[in-house]
Structure formats: C-alpha cells, structure tokens
C-alpha cells in the first residue's frame, strides 16, 4: 500500500527556516511524473506550493518563489521542501503528493494527485 509520510513541521519565528520532507512507501519516486507539496491554511482552500518534475525542473507558487525549494532523493524516496525566511502567512498544514501523469506538472496543478501525505503543520509567529 502506498503511503507518503511527511515530517518536519514546527512552530518557527518569521524570518526562520524548516525543512519539510516526505517519504514514500511502496512507492517509487523516481518514476513519478510529478510530486509536489501543497498546503491548507485554517478557513482557506488548498494550495499548490511547489512541484518537481521527472527531469528535474521545478515551479513555484509566486509567493514562495526565492524562499522555498523543493528537491528529491530518489535513493531514499523522500522529497523534501526547504523553506526560508518564513512568514506569518505561510502558517498552514503542508501536504506531499504524487502523481504518475507528469503532464502540467505545475505547482497549482499539484492538487490532481494519485497519493497524498496526512500533512504536517507549520506555524511561523511574527
């Protein structure tokens, strides 16, 4: 059974740093066409913030865009999303996702998904 497995969420101080990662099981990441991560603030839709895509390339919400960066380990299927210089306004819960289809792999295009993490919440204080 499939599973994504997120960590690494916390309650940070604005301008401080998280990693977040994810790891796959029973899953292979390296074939995914697309992964990604997207978030839910409380009393907000759901987000895409930032996809991968099989050959590397990336896309970015335009908010996040210089602060966050998303990469992946296929050695130990996990992906990661490095967030820096962290606001008030990215506190909300972060999903991991997967697809196979790799077409419009893009970061609000993330929210189609075959598999998706239980989240992990991130809460930055001002």
């Known amino acids: 059974q499939v599973q994504l497995v997120e960590s690494g969420g916390g309650s940070v101080l604005a301008g401080g740093s998280l990693r977040l990662s994810c790891v796959a099981f029973?899953?292979?990441?390296?074939?995914?066409?697309?992964v990604g991560w997207f978030r839910q603030a409380p009393g907000k839709k759901r987000v895409g913030v930032a996809a991968?895509?099989?050959?590397?390339?990336?896309d970015y919400r335009d908010s996040v865009k210089g602060r966050f960066t998303i990469s992946k380990d296929n050695a130990k299927d996990t992906l990661y999303l490095e967030m820096n210089s962290l606001k008030s306004e990215d506190t909300a819960m972060y999903y991991c996702?997967?697809?196979?289809?790799?077409?419009?792999?893009?970061?609000?295009?993330?929210?189609?998904?075959?598999?998706r993490g239980q989240g992990t919440q991130v809460t930055v204080s001002s």
């Open positions: 029973e899953y292979d990441l390296a074939a995914a066409g697309c």
């Open positions: 991968l895509r099989r050959d590397g390339s990336t």
């Open positions: 996702a997967a697809r196979y289809d790799g077409n419009w792999c893009i970061a609000p295009r993330i929210l189609v998904n075959d598999f």
